[in-house]
């Protein structure tokens, strides 16, 4: 992880922590790296656990994929080589 990430998992992982229900689902797209995709996925999941111990391991979900990330906005649609998305599920 890249040691400015650290602040926004917090952020998210506080906000996670204090969410009665749900489940924190982690997507993270890597282009053509696949290893590296489901390595991040796994350190973040890793990390939140280790940091707010509410967030049991099952409720935090992970994805990763060896493409990158195609993101839509009005008409345009834009294509990220490396991203990593965050969203709460029942």
Do not use: C
Request: charged share 25%.
């Amino acid at each position: 992880l890249y040691s400015g990430s650290y602040e926004s998992l917090d952020l998210i992982g506080g906000v996670a922590s204090k969410m009665k229900h749900g489940k924190l689902q982690v997507i993270v797209y890597q282009k053509n790296n696949k290893e590296l995709a489901k390595n991040r996925a796994v350190t973040i999941k890793e990390y939140l656990t280790e940091e707010f111990p509410e967030l049991a391991k099952d409720r935090i979900g992970i994805s990763w994929f060896s493409q990158p990330q195609k993101v839509k906005q009005g008409k345009s649609i834009y294509v990220v080589d490396e991203s990593v998305q965050f969203f709460m599920s029942k």
